[in-house]
């Protein structure tokens, strides 16, 4: 089992910049892809940014250029930042990891709201 705990999520004005954080603790040595994933009102889950336990990572077209992912595997940390922020990206971001065995965790989501 990976428990995951995020912080980091509020409120922000457009243009502005947040940096999420999540925690991953327990069956860590096991952990493979650590990725961001929002969802807005009415909307389906959508993927973020995920960045491999190599440091390869991977945006969606929609943050490109604004987010930059980066992982902590000493500290089982994954933090993205979060620059330029538009009321289009709020929503609930989730924290979500895959196993070595395909197996995977979500966090319990934390909410961010970009609104002048």
């Known amino acids: 089992q990976v428990q995951l705990v995020e912080s980091g999520g509020g409120l922000v004005q457009p243009g502005g910049s947040l940096r999420l954080s999540c925690a991953a603790s327990?069956?860590?040595?096991?952990?493979?892809?650590m990725a961001w994933y929002r969802q807005a009102p009415g909307k389906q889950r959508e993927l973020v940014a995920d960045?491999?336990?190599?440091?390869?990572?991977n945006y969606a077209d929609s943050v490109k250029g604004r987010f930059t992912i980066s992982r902590d595997n000493a500290k089982n940390t994954l933090n993205p930042q979060m620059n330029s922020l538009k009321p289009e990206d709020t929503a609930v971001y989730y924290c979500?990891?895959?196993?070595?065995?395909?197996?995977?965790?979500w966090g319990q989501g934390t909410q961010v709201t970009v609104s002048s």
């Open positions: 979500y990891v895959r196993n070595a065995y395909a197996v995977t965790f």
């Open positions: 327990g069956s860590i040595f096991l952990i493979n892809t």
């Open positions: 960045i491999t336990s190599g440091g390869i990572s």
